[in-house]
């Protein structure tokens, strides 16, 4: 059985589902600490001016080190509106834009408090539209101690799996030799990332998985799993 743990982003890109698509089960990292210059409140689009941040004001000044599910958003801001209008000029020339806009309609209507729940209701809607189904469990809900390498062991451990799916960036601080002494076998994603259509010009990669959704529907997935190729690419 094969464990994915993954922080939990903004309108993901495209490989983090990805990672979900090989998990069995997928873990939501949300009692470490927050990262005030990662993916947690943010992500990119494609515009017609180009690549546009898309990114949610928080409250962390005077906040000592915050978990990630402790992030509250700053309200005070106009962001939601912001964000649904940058949305729907950027993908309304899009293919499959009235299929998947009043996703956003209806998840930028409701007031969030806390960062990772609006976080988690674009992952799930994105899920449910990707046809992409997984058993997601939270780090913080398994109780489990340790810190570093040794905590991701004793949750594989826990869960019964044998194989840990992690990104690349972990070669930099993971103790390989700790999963091979706990027979977990460590795989790193090395993903590899798909052209596909998209609007506005050259082909732009890295951006959250609806520039992918807007763009070419309810063939997301296979795109991503790379069981399908886009041929004629933009």
Not at 171 to 181: A, H, R, T, V
Request: glycine share 6%; aromatic share 14%.
């Amino acid at each position: 059985m094969k464990v994915v743990l993954l922080q939990p982003g903004y309108l993901p890109w495209l490989g983090f589902f990805d990672q979900m698509y090989q998990s069995d089960i997928f873990i939501i990292y949300d009692d470490v600490q927050y990262d005030k210059h990662g993916w947690r409140n943010r992500n990119r689009i494609k515009t017609a001016q180009g690549v546009q941040w898309l990114t949610i004001p928080v409250l962390t000044t005077g906040r000592d080190k915050p978990l990630i599910k402790e992030v509250m958003i700053n309200n005070t801001v106009d962001w939601r509106q912001s964000h649904l209008k940058t949305v729907q000029q950027s993908y309304s020339r899009a293919p499959f834009f009235s299929l998947y806009f009043r996703i956003f309609e209806e998840i930028y209507t409701r007031e969030w408090q806390y960062l990772i729940d609006i976080d988690m209701a674009f992952i799930s809607i994105l899920m449910e539209k990707l046809d992409l189904t997984r058993e997601i469990k939270f780090s913080s809900a398994l109780g489990i101690k340790g810190q570093g390498t040794e905590r991701i062991v004793n949750i594989c451990h826990n869960l019964g799996a044998d194989s840990y799916l992690t990104g690349d960036a972990a070669k930099d601080y993971l103790d390989e030799e700790l999963f091979s002494m706990s027979d977990i076998k460590l795989q790193y994603h090395n993903y590899q990332h798909p052209v596909y259509n998209q609007l506005y010009g050259a082909f732009v990669p890295y951006l959250s998985v609806i520039d992918l959704l807007f763009n070419h529907g309810g063939d997301s997935l296979d795109i991503i799993t790379h069981k399908k190729l886009v041929e004629e690419a933009a």
